[in-house]
């Protein structure tokens, strides 16, 4: 029983990735070889240091933009950025800003737990496709209301989990 369980399980994650990826696989052969998807990350301590890393290892990726409440730790990423990448970033303290931003693709949230529903919501009003950190939403009205906006604007959103991808929960699960 438990075999066939696992088994189920692991098709099931198979089959719901690749409907995951299908549109990620169909926006991404819409570029051509010298566009980039334009990406700001909102929240720069912490995790979202590793945002901004992850995302500047991506082709076709360019963070343009940091977004944080705190001017001089945006300064600091600022200066750091330039350092590491050789290109500039533009500073917001305003998400709103952010989403009204028509040069930005892509948010990836690394903000504080309670900002991170409002916007996943704002970013798909605005026509942005969204990475945000757990937890995604505090209660599932919060969620319900991520899940539509995805839905009725059309957009990719993905809520991260890594501990899935832990060396160790992978061999749990294999």
């Given at each position: 029983?438990?075999?066939?369980?696992?088994?189920?399980?692991?098709?099931?994650?198979?089959?719901?990735s690749?409907?995951?990826?299908?549109?990620s696989?169909?926006?991404a052969?819409?570029?051509?070889?010298?566009?980039?998807?334009?990406?700001s990350?909102?929240?720069?301590?912490?995790?979202?240091?590793?945002?901004?890393?992850?995302?500047?290892?991506?082709?076709?990726?360019q963070?343009?933009?940091?977004?944080?409440?705190?001017?001089?730790?945006?300064?600091?990423?600022?200066?750091?950025?330039?350092?590491?990448?050789?290109?500039?970033?533009?500073?917001?303290?305003?998400?709103?800003?952010?989403?009204?931003?028509?040069?930005?693709?892509?948010?990836?949230?690394?903000?504080?737990?309670?900002?991170?529903?409002?916007?996943?919501?704002?970013?798909c009003?605005?026509?942005?496709?969204?990475?945000?950190?757990?937890?995604?939403?505090?209660?599932?009205?919060?969620?319900r209301?991520?899940?539509?906006?995805?839905q009725?604007?059309?957009?990719?959103?993905?809520?991260?989990?890594?501990?899935r991808?832990s060396?160790?929960?992978?061999?749990?699960?294999?």
């Amino acid at each position: 029983m438990k075999k066939s369980r696992r088994n189920f399980i692991k098709k099931t994650a198979a089959a719901s990735s690749a409907t995951f990826l299908a549109p990620s696989i169909i926006s991404a052969s819409v570029f051509g070889a010298n566009d980039r998807i334009n990406a700001s990350v909102l929240g720069i301590n912490g995790r979202g240091k590793n945002h901004i890393s992850s995302l500047m290892k991506q082709k076709n990726v360019q963070v343009v933009n940091l977004c944080d409440p705190d001017m001089n730790l945006l300064k600091v990423r600022q200066k750091e950025f330039k350092n590491k990448y050789k290109k500039d970033v533009s500073l917001e303290q305003d998400l709103r800003r952010v989403m009204d931003n028509k040069d930005i693709d892509v948010v990836s949230i690394a903000s504080p737990n309670h900002w991170h529903s409002l916007s996943v919501i704002w970013a798909c009003q605005a026509g942005k496709d969204v990475y945000v950190e757990k937890p995604g939403s505090h209660n599932i009205f919060e969620g319900r209301k991520m899940v539509e906006a995805t839905q009725k604007y059309d957009r990719i959103v993905q809520h991260g989990v890594q501990l899935r991808s832990s060396p160790a929960i992978n061999e749990a699960i294999g």
